[in-house]
């Protein structure tokens, strides 16, 4: 099982309906995707940012299924250029050595199909995923 856990905090200025927006979107994305078995999406309690969604998924097939489903694309399409600072990591309980270094590439991947989606993470001022922090420095 991997546990894909998002934190966000919005830029200064947002205002509440694009808050509610992204915040609707985020939730969207695990409840229209049958790859996520359970999600929550709310407030980060006791952390350094505004806002947390756990993502829970059976294997590696159902997080490329996961990254890739639209409602997940139009979430980080509306979230991206609200974020001042937005990190995402994956606890997972599999004996596979190699789970972290595939789950980046999935990562990688999905970023390569997606150049739209590349170019607005390029241009993001904060932007950290497994394995890098995106296109906007190059590391995937």
């Not at 049958?34 to 159902?62: H, I, K, N, Q, T």
């Not at 609200?82 to 789950?103: C, H, M, N, Q, Y």
Request: charged share 25%; net charge negative; aromatic share 8%.
């Amino acid at each position: 099982m991997i546990f894909h856990i998002n934190r966000m905090t919005f830029k200064p200025g947002v205002d509440e309906e694009s808050r509610r927006a992204c915040l609707d979107a985020a939730r969207e994305a695990g409840s229209a995707n049958p790859a996520v078995r359970s999600f929550a999406v709310g407030p980060e309690l006791g952390g350094e940012f505004e806002w947390g969604a756990v993502y829970v998924v059976d294997d590696l097939d159902r997080y490329r299924a996961y990254l890739t489903h639209p409602a997940h694309v139009r979430s980080e399409m509306t979230g991206i250029e609200l974020t001042e600072r937005f990190v995402a990591f994956d606890v997972t309980d599999s004996d596979d050595p190699e789970v972290g270094e595939k789950i980046a590439r999935l990562q990688a991947r999905h970023f390569e199909e997606s150049p739209e989606l590349a170019a607005l993470v390029a241009r993001a001022a904060s932007f950290v995923v497994p394995g890098g922090t995106g296109p906007a420095s190059g590391e995937q």
